[in-house]
T-cell receptor, first 111, second 114 residues
Framework: RKEVEQDPGPFNVPEGATVAFNCTYS??????FFWYRQDCRKEPKLLMS???SGNEDGRFTAQLNRASQYISLLIRDSKLSDSATYLC????????????FGAGTRLAVHP | DADVTQTPRNRITKTGKRIMLECSQT?????MYWYRQDPGLGLRLIYY???????NKGEISDGYSVSRQAQAKFSLSLESAIPNQTALYFC?????????????FGPGTRLLVL
């Protein structure tokens, strides 16, 4: 079983739609959680951290459910520029704490 | 100017050749990393370094070596390249704050081993 699992997609949505991605992680000792965005043929960039209480940044909302070991990202009012791959990232799994990356969920927003 | 740079950006080489990928950063971070990315697998850690005298293997270090020449430079070598090392390679640096890490990635090196 992969340590961090995501639906690879693609999620094809029209502009203005609301779309949600989920991610599950296997290690209950994981401490911190993030969503990174990766545009085609580009490097990953931090989109937002995910806090236990949930957090929002404009049109983006991230939530963490420790009991069920999943993380979610909600994008409201999708824009064409949101088209990218979204990587779920988990930090801290015992021993040397390091980032574990999911394989990513691809989002395609169309006019 | 980019904070994390990688050279070369693209490289084609032949099986058995030794190649080096270079990474430089101007962020002043102590921690540096090398990852490879393959379709459907996500980023996998090859090596990491917490300072100039510290080198650690990641999950897929076989066939690779690294050198941390200075705080700002971290190079990755493929001693004898093989076709399954064809991948997109990223260097990253991190800023350890409050128990978590935000990583800053270079633009990547696309490597093709024939």
């Amino acid at each position: 079983r992969k340590e961090v699992e995501q639906d690879p997609g693609p999620f094809n949505v029209p502009e203005g739609a609301t779309v949600a991605f989920n991610c599950t992680y296997s290690n209950s000792a994981s401490q911190s959680f993030f969503w990174y965005r990766q545009d085609c043929r580009k490097e990953p960039k931090l989109l937002m951290s995910v806090y236990s209480s949930g957090n929002e940044d404009g049109r983006f909302t991230a939530q963490l459910n420790r009991a069920s070991q999943y993380i979610s990202l909600l994008i409201r009012d999708s824009k064409l520029s949101d088209s990218a791959t979204y990587l779920c990232v988990v930090w801290g799994s015992g021993g040397y704490n390091k980032l574990i990356f999911g394989a990513g969920t691809r989002l395609a927003v169309h006019p | 100017d980019a904070d994390v740079t990688q050279t070369p950006r693209n490289r084609i080489t032949k099986t058995g050749k030794r190649i080096m990928l270079e990474c430089s950063q101007t962020k002043g971070h102590d921690r540096m990393y090398w990852y490879r990315q393959d379709p459907g697998l996500g980023l996998r850690l090859i090596y990491y370094s917490f300072d100039v005298k510290d080198i650690n293997k990641g999950e897929i270090s076989d066939g690779y070596s690294v050198s941390r020449q200075a705080q700002a430079k971290f190079s990755l070598s493929l001693e004898s390249a093989i076709p399954n090392q064809t991948a997109l390679y990223f260097c990253a640096t991190s800023d350890f704050r409050q128990g978590a890490e935000t990583q800053y990635f270079g633009p990547g090196t696309r490597l093709l081993v024939l």
